[in-house]
């Protein structure tokens, strides 16, 4: 059974649980108060306050909501002999899908997950389509598809700089970049508080990361935003932003010159931000504040999951929050899909260089910053 609108279902008066405790969550549990219902306690089993239970043995209760955009199945499992468990999904309002205890198998719920996603395409599937006339027969109706069609070959032969996140990176290094072609990524506008210098572009590909900002991102001013297409079956479209193509690897190391085809998805979305520099036309691209060095929590969970536990990782302090979850970076993952952008850059005659400050990227010719800017 699938409801349009939570108030669809009478909640007055009932024990309601939320599963995780992370931002959706909290969000959601914002707006069930607007409407002046309110919830019992949050669900999690790696987080610790008096508003969060850990042991759901003889809890009693109404309903259970569960949402959460990568461990969905991991929770989902602490329930498998109980009724009353909604699964939540929000596209441009919140959509909640009715599950009774005898769905919820292995197979049952690999089905419901299919058919999940199904459905939530069809909210971008006419840009989808769109994109895919534009790379297959250069048929450019929207200006959505006009204006990827504008970003080919605009900087020819000119040089970019992509910004990453790291330690090493300095608001003092981002003021000299004003005047440059940047393109920059996740939640680099920490930094403006202390900097006039905006990027030219702003790329976020990992829709965790959409999820726990997309207001913000949504706000950001003085950047063109340049996102994947898939975001739009989870998120409200951002007037002010470019959807492009977002393609798959089968062998998770081709690389795109051509923001019309598309773009293969990244491991790290410095891999985007690459192949972007390339469809732009640049022949010289400069990478900045790309350390590929990660701390490690002590807090460890399981399966290469950790709580965050003080910020080592990204330039700026409140990057992540304490007990944040993230998982162990994918180096080997990484390390491929960086050699195979070098190796097409280098058939292409592209330079590709690394001046971050510090870094352990070795893939691309180290050089100088301050050389580079002289």
Known sequence: MIFNNIFEINLKNK???????NILTKNLNMELASMNINTKSFIDSYKEDDSIISNINGLEYDYIFIYSPNYTQEIIDKFKNKTNIFIVHKITNFKYIYYKAKYFNKNAFSTFCKLNEFLYNIPSFSQKLRLFLLSKYSISLFENEKSIKNLTNKYRNKRIFIIGNGPSLSINDL???HGEITIACNMIYLAYKSTKWRPTYHMVEDQL????????????????KIYPVNSLNNFKKIEDTIYYRYLKSKTSDEVS??????????????????????????????????????????????????????????????????NDLWVDPNYKGMLKQFKAVNQFAIDNNIKIYNASRKTELHVFEKINFDEVLS
Do not use: C, W
Not at 266 to 278: D, F, K, N, R, Y
Not at 288 to 314: P, V, W
């Open 209 to 224: 990361d959409m999820y726990q900002n997309y207001n913000e991102f949504e706000n950001m001013k003085g950047s063109t």
């Open 175 to 177: 003021d000299k970049l």
């Open 15 to 21: 024990l309601v649980y939320l599963a995780p405790f």
């Open 257 to 322: 010159n051509s923001i019309e085809y598309g773009l293969y998805s990244g491991i790290s979305v410095t891999v985007s931000m690459l192949q972007l520099a390339i469809s732009m036309g640049a022949k010289e691209i400069y990478l900045l504040g790309n350390d590929f060095t990660y701390q490690l929590s002590n807090k460890a969970i399981k399966n290469s999951i950790y709580l965050t536990d003080g910020e080592l990782n990204h330039f700026s302090n409140n990057y992540r929050k304490n």
